[in-house]
T-cell receptor
Framework: DVKVTQSSRYLVKRTGEKVFLECVQD?????MFWYRQDPGLGLRLIYF???????EKGDIPEGYSVSREKKERFSLILESASTNQTSMYLC????????????????FGPGTRLTVT | DAKTTQPTSMDCAEGRAANLPCNHS???????VYWYRQIHSQGPQYIIH???NNETNEMASLIITEDRKSSTLILPHATLRDTAVYYC??????????FGAGTTVTVRA
C-alpha cells in the first residue's frame, strides 16, 4: 500500500512564525503535492513537484514556498504565518502519467490541521 | 472546468447498494468524471474514473449516461466504513485536483 505520512496531525503556531510542514511518501513516486482544504472553499492546490528540486505553483501559492531535496520528501513552508493560513493541509503523491497512472489518481496523507493564532 | 451538482447528503442501509448521483451537464468531450471520498479525519481517497464507458473496480462502479451529462457512483454493498463525503469531479487530464462540497453519505446499521 502507498503510504504518505505527514509530520504532525495538529499544529498551533503564532502569527509571524516560520512553519514547516513535512511530507514523506514510501512508493518512489515522482509527483508530490500540497493542498489546503477549507470549509466552503473545498480543496485547492498550493504547489506541486514533479521531480527533485522541481516545483510548480498551483492555484494559491502566495504566502507559501516548498522544498524537495529528496524524492520521498516534500516540505511546505509558511515564511511568516498569518491567521488566514489556518487550515487543513494535505500532502499527496502520484506516479508519473507515463507510468500508466492518470494524473488525478493521487494518494493522500492524513492531513495536518494548522491553527495560527 | 465543468460544474458538478451533487445532493448535499444521503443515507444508506448497511448491506444495500448506495447510488450517488452527479450532474455535469456542461461537460466537455475531453473531460473525465472521477470520484474521491474523504472519511472523517482522513485524507481524500481516489475511487474511480471514467470518460465515456461504464467502469468497475474493487471499490465501486461508475455509470455514465450516453450524453455524459450525468453519472452515478454505485457502492454495491455499503458498510459502515463507507460513511464519508463523496466528491464528483469533472476535469481535463491534469494534476490539479479541486473538490467542492460533495455528498455526505451516512451508512446506517
Amino acid at each position: 500500500d502507498v503510504k504518505v505520512t505527514q509530520s504532525s496531525r495538529y499544529l498551533v503556531k503564532r502569527t509571524g512564525e516560520k512553519v514547516f510542514l513535512e511530507c514523506v511518501q514510501d512508493m518512489d513516486h515522482e509527483n508530490m503535492f500540497w493542498y489546503r482544504q477549507d470549509p466552503g472553499l473545498g480543496l485547492r492546490l498550493i504547489y506541486f513537484s514533479y521531480d527533485v528540486k522541481m516545483k510548480e505553483k498551483g492555484d494559491i501559492p502566495e504566502g507559501y514556498s516548498v522544498s524537495r531535496e529528496k524524492k520521498e520528501r516534500f516540505s511546505l513552508i509558511l515564511e511568516s504565518a498569518s491567521t488566514n493560513q489556518t487550515s487543513m493541509y494535505l500532502c499527496a503523491s502520484s506516479p508519473l502519467y507515463a507510468q500508466g497512472a492518470l494524473p488525478f489518481e493521487q494518494y493522500f496523507g492524513p492531513g495536518t490541521r494548522l491553527t495560527v493564532t | 472546468d465543468a460544474k458538478t451538482t451533487q445532493p448535499t447528503s444521503m443515507d444508506c442501509a448497511e448491506g444495500r447498494a448506495a447510488n450517488l448521483p452527479c450532474n455535469h451537464s456542461t461537460i466537455s468531450g475531453n473531460e473525465y468524471v472521477y470520484w474521491y471520498r474523504q472519511i472523517h479525519s482522513q485524507g481524500p481517497q481516489y475511487i474511480i474514473h471514467g470518460l465515456k464507458n461504464n467502469e468497475t473496480n474493487e471499490m465501486a462502479s461508475l455509470i455514465i449516461t450516453e450524453d455524459r451529462k450525468s453519472s452515478t457512483l454505485i457502492l454495491p454493498h455499503a458498510t459502515l466504513r463507507d460513511t464519508a463525503v463523496y466528491y464528483c469531479i469533472v476535469r481535463v487530464l491534469d494534476y490539479k485536483l479541486s473538490f467542492g462540497a460533495g455528498t455526505t453519505v451516512t451508512v446506517r446499521a
